[in-house]
C-alpha cells in the first residue's frame, strides 16, 4: 500500500530550479541572469503574464542566486543551506505575500516595518507579492516610498497577471518583464520528457492535445497529464476529450458535415448524441465557434500551420474540406454562434436553443453559399443572373408613362437603327425591338439588366438631413444613375450624380463625407458616390440621337433633377434640331422650367390633356435675380451667386431661341431636357415627375 505523503505532483515535482530550467521565457532569464552575473540587481521587480508561465518560480530561482552561499550566482548550487531551506519555503528573509489575501493597506505597513531590519542568515531579504494587482490604492500609496528608496540588501518582486490594474507609479519604480505563453512545441517537448520519466503510456497525438489544451500555461498541462497518468492502458485523444468533458474533433468534423450538407437529420442526431454522452450545450457551441476558426485559418492562411488547435490529422482534414467554404460562409457562422451563445447561457433549456441555434445556421450557410457559375449563352456571353432579360420586349401601348419612365434601362444593339429623317419619322415600337432580339446585350450591361430605385422614392427624405448648403449644391446636378456594385453579399450602393462643370464637382466632393454618411443612414447598406461631369440631359440625347430611335420607345434615360437650378446654355443645346418655331410659340426661361406638353398620338403615353390644363407659370433667371437683389438691398444685404445660375440678359435671349427652336420642333424629350416645374424637389426621380402632375 502506497504512502500518501509521499505522493507529490507532477507540477511541484518538477517545479524549475534554475533559470536554464524555465520553459519559453528565454529573453527574461537571461536578462535576470546577466543582471545577477554583473551586479547589478535592480530593487523592484514586476512579473506579468499569464497563469502557469513561471513568474513565481522564476522569483524564487532569483531569491536563491542572490542568497546562495556559492553567489551570488545564476546558478545556484542546490545543495546548501540557503538554497534547500529556499526550496522547502522555509527561509526566514524570503518572504511570499498572498496580496489577495493580504489587500488592507495595514498589512503592508507591516511588511514596510519588517523590511528595515537587516537580513536573518541571508544575503538578501527578498519579498515576493503575489497577484499584486488586488492590493488596494492605499497599499499601493503606502509602498511607494519603500519601491523608490528601498532599504539595504532588500529586493521586492511584484508578480501579476492583470498588469493593467497596478498604478502606474508603482509599475514605473520596478522593472517590468512580461512572461508569454509557453509555445506549443516547448511544451510538448517538456510534456514528453516527464511522461518518459514517469513511465506515463500516452499517444503522440494525446500529448500533443493536452498541450493544446493548456492553452499556454504549463502548470495546467503538468496537472492534465498527472490526471491521465491514472487511467489504465495506453492514453489516447479520445480519453483525453472524455477526460476534459470537450468535443472530439471528429464529431466536431463529422457535425460541420453535416452542416454544409443541410442535412438536418444529421445534424440532430450528431447533437443528441454529443448532449447523451454528457458534453454541456455551451461548450458545444463554443467548441463549433472554435473549429470553425481553424476552417478559415485552414481556407486564407494554409501555412500558419501553427495557428491552429488542432491534431495533424485533423489539420489535413480541414485543408481538404476548406474549397468547399468561402471565407464569407465562415465569417458568417462563426458570427451566429456568437450572438447565440448569451441565449445559451442565460435560458434554462440550453439543448434546446443549441438545437435551434445550428437549425438556424443551416440557413445563414445556404444564405453565404458560394454562386454557382451563370449559364453562358450563345457567343459566350452569359446571361442575366436575376430576372428576364428585358431588351427586345414590345412596349404595351396601354402602360401609363408613369411606368414607363421606370422602366429597366437595357442595351441598345450595336447595329445603329435607321434614323428618324429616313423613315419619315420614329419607328414604331415591334421595329425598334428586332434588332435586339437578333443581338443578346453586351456582358458589361447584361450584369444589371434592371436598374435599382433605392433611393428615388426617397430622396426627400435624404434631402432633410443635409445642410442647407449641401442641398443647394444638389441643386445643379441631377441623379444620373444607382447600381449595385461586388458580390457575395458585399455589395456597394454606387451613386452617380452629375453635375455641369468641374467647380461644381470640386465644390460637391468637398461634401462627400457628409452625403455619403447620410445615404448610409438612410438606406442601411455602403455607399459610394460617383461625381461626374456632364451638361445635363440634353447632351444624352444629343450623342444618342444619331443612331437610337426615341429614348421613350426603348429604355428611357433617367430623368433630370427636379427644380433644377441650371440648365444647360443655348450652345449645349442638340444641334441635329432644325431651328423651325411655330406661330404663337411661347418663350420660357432658364430656371429649368418645361414649356406645357403638347398633346401626343394616343399609345405614346403621353400625358392626358387634362393634366397639362394648368400650365405653370415662368420666369426669366434673369428678372428672379433682379427682384432678388432688390430684396436683398431693401435689408442693406447682397446677393450672393453661389451656384453660378443667374444669366444676364444677353444669355437668356440667346437661350429663348433655342428654347423656341425645342418646341417648335416638339421634341418629346424637351421636358427631360429642361426638368419639371419649380414646386418640385430637387434631383427627385423621373417616376414622381409624372406622379406629381397627375
Known amino acids: 500500500m502506497a504512502v500518501a505523503g509521499k505522493y507529490e505532483p507532477l507540477h511541484l515535482k518538477y517545479r524549475p530550479q534554475r533559470f536554464a530550467e524555465v520553459v519559453g521565457q528565454g529573453a527574461v532569464v537571461q536578462t535576470l541572469a546577466n543582471a545577477i552575473r554583473l551586479g547589478r540587481v535592480a530593487p523592484a521587480y514586476l512579473f506579468c503574464g499569464p497563469r502557469g508561465t513561471g513568474k513565481t518560480s522564476s522569483a524564487r530561482i532569483l531569491a536563491k542566486s542572490l542568497n546562495c552561499e556559492q553567489g551570488p550566482t545564476p546558478d545556484p548550487c542546490q545543495v546548501c543551506s540557503q538554497c534547500r531551506a529556499i526550496t522547502a519555503g522555509s527561509s526566514l528573509d524570503v518572504i511570499e505575500i498572498d496580496a489577495a489575501s493580504n489587500t488592507g493597506v495595514d498589512n503592508i505597513r507591516e511588511l514596510i516595518e519588517?523590511?528595515?531590519?537587516?537580513?536573518?542568515?541571508s544575503r538578501y531579504k527578498v519579498y515576493v507579492i503575489d497577484e499584486c494587482h488586488m492590493l488596494s490604492n492605499a497599499a499601493f500609496n503606502a509602498l511607494l516610498k519603500t519601491l523608490e528608496e528601498p532599504p539595504p540588501r532588500v529586493v521586492f518582486v511584484l508578480a501579476t497577471t492583470d498588469p493593467q490594474r497596478v498604478l502606474p507609479t508603482i509599475v514605473s519604480r520596478c522593472q517590468r518583464f512580461d512572461f508569454r505563453r509557453i509555445p506549443l512545441d516547448d511544451m510538448v517537448a517538456h510534456l514528453g520528457q516527464i511522461a518518459a520519466q514517469e513511465g506515463i503510456p500516452i499517444a503522440p497525438e494525446a500529448l500533443h492535445?493536452?498541450?493544446?489544451l493548456a492553452q499556454g500555461g504549463l502548470r495546467d498541462a503538468e496537472r492534465l497529464l498527472d490526471q491521465l497518468s491514472l487511467l489504465e492502458g495506453s492514453i489516447t485523444p479520445e480519453a483525453v476529450w472524455d477526460l476534459v468533458g470537450g468535443i472530439p474533433e471528429r464529431q466536431l468534423l463529422d457535425l460541420t458535415d453535416a452542416l454544409l450538407a443541410q442535412d438536418v437529420q444529421a445534424v440532430l442526431a450528431q447533437t443528441r448524441q454529443l448532449l447523451e454522452r454528457g458534453r454541456e450545450p455551451l461548450v458545444v457551441l463554443q467548441s463549433l465557434v472554435v473549429f470553425y476558426r481553424d476552417l478559415l485559418l485552414a481556407k486564407t492562411a494554409p501555412q500558419q500551420r501553427q495557428l491552429a488547435a488542432v491534431t495533424d490529422p485533423t489539420w489535413a482534414a480541414l485543408q481538404q474540406r476548406a474549397p468547399r467554404y468561402s471565407v464569407e460562409m465562415l465569417l458568417a457562422a462563426q458570427s451566429h454562434l456568437r450572438q447565440c451563445e448569451p441565449q445559451i447561457r442565460q435560458s434554462g433549456q440550453p439543448q434546446l436553443w443549441l438545437e435551434i441555434a445550428l437549425l438556424d445556421l443551416l440557413g445563414q450557410?445556404?444564405?453565404?453559399?458560394?454562386?454557382?457559375?451563370?449559364?453562358?449563352?450563345?457567343?459566350?456571353?452569359?446571361?442575366?443572373?436575376?430576372?428576364?432579360?428585358?431588351?427586345?420586349?414590345?412596349?404595351?401601348?396601354?402602360?401609363?408613362?408613369?411606368?414607363e419612365l421606370t422602366a429597366p434601362t437595357t442595351t441598345l444593339p450595336e447595329t445603329p437603327a435607321p434614323s428618324p429623317a429616313a423613315t419619315g419619322g420614329s419607328l414604331p415600337p415591334s421595329q425598334t425591338a428586332k434588332p435586339s432580339r437578333e443581338k443578346p446585350a453586351s456582358p458589361e450591361k447584361a450584369k444589371d439588366p434592371h436598374p435599382l430605385k433605392l433611393l428615388r422614392p426617397r430622396w426627400e427624405e435624404f434631402l432633410e438631413n443635409l445642410r442647407p448648403i449641401t442641398r443647394g449644391l444638389l441643386a445643379s446636378g441631377y441623379l444620373q444613375q444607382e447600381s449595385l456594385v461586388g458580390s457575395d453579399g458585399t455589395e456597394t450602393l454606387e451613386i452617380t450624380l452629375a453635375f455641369p462643370n468641374k467647380g461644381l464637382v470640386d465644390k460637391v466632393r468637398s461634401k462627400e463625407a457628409e452625403l455619403c454618411s447620410a445615404l448610409h443612414n438612410l438606406l442601411q447598406r455602403p455607399v459610394r458616390l460617383n461625381l461626374v461631369v456632364q451638361q445635363g440631359p440634353s447632351s444624352r440625347?444629343?450623342?444618342?440621337?444619331?443612331?437610337?430611335?426615341?429614348?421613350?420607345?426603348?429604355?428611357?434615360?433617367?430623368?433630370?433633377?427636379?427644380?433644377?437650378?441650371?440648365?444647360?446654355?443655348?450652345?449645349?443645346l442638340p444641334k441635329d434640331l432644325s431651328p423651325s418655331p411655330k406661330a404663337g410659340s411661347q418663350s420660357y426661361g432658364r430656371v429649368g422650367q418645361p414649356p406645357p406638353a403638347e398633346p401626343e398620338t394616343p399609345g405614346?403615353?403621353?400625358?392626358?390633356?387634362?393634366?397639362?390644363?394648368?400650365p405653370p407659370s415662368y420666369h426669366l433667371a434673369h428678372e428672379l435675380a433682379e427682384v432678388a437683389r432688390r430684396f436683398a438691398d431693401h435689408f442693406n444685404g447682397s446677393l450672393i451667386d453661389l451656384q453660378g445660375i443667374l444669366a444676364s440678359p444677353e444669355e437668356a435671349t440667346a437661350e429663348l431661341s433655342a428654347l423656341e427652336s425645342l418646341e417648335a420642333e416638339g421634341s418629346p424629350d424637351l421636358g427631360e431636357a429642361y426638368g419639371p416645374p419649380?414646386?418640385?424637389?430637387?434631383?427627385?426621380?423621373?417616376?414622381?415627375?409624372?406622379?406629381?402632375?397627375q
Open 114 to 121: 519588517r523590511a528595515q531590519f537587516a537580513p536573518v542568515n
Open 209 to 212: 492535445l493536452v498541450a493544446q
Open 365 to 403: 450557410l445556404r444564405q453565404s453559399a458560394v454562386p454557382l457559375p451563370s449559364i453562358e449563352a450563345k457567343g459566350g456571353e452569359p446571361l442575366p443572373a436575376v430576372g428576364p432579360p428585358t431588351v427586345g420586349k414590345t412596349p404595351s401601348p396601354t402602360v401609363p408613362a408613369s411606368e
Open 541 to 572: 440625347h444629343r450623342e444618342g440621337s444619331a443612331g437610337e430611335t426615341s429614348g421613350r420607345e426603348k429604355a428611357p434615360p433617367l430623368a433630370p433633377a427636379k427644380l433644377q437650378s441650371r440648365t444647360p446654355r443655348g450652345d449645349n
Open 604 to 614: 405614346e403615353n403621353s400625358i392626358p390633356p387634362a393634366q397639362a390644363a394648368k
Open 678 to 693: 419649380a414646386t418640385q424637389s430637387p434631383l427627385a426621380p423621373a417616376e414622381e415627375e409624372h406622379d406629381s402632375s
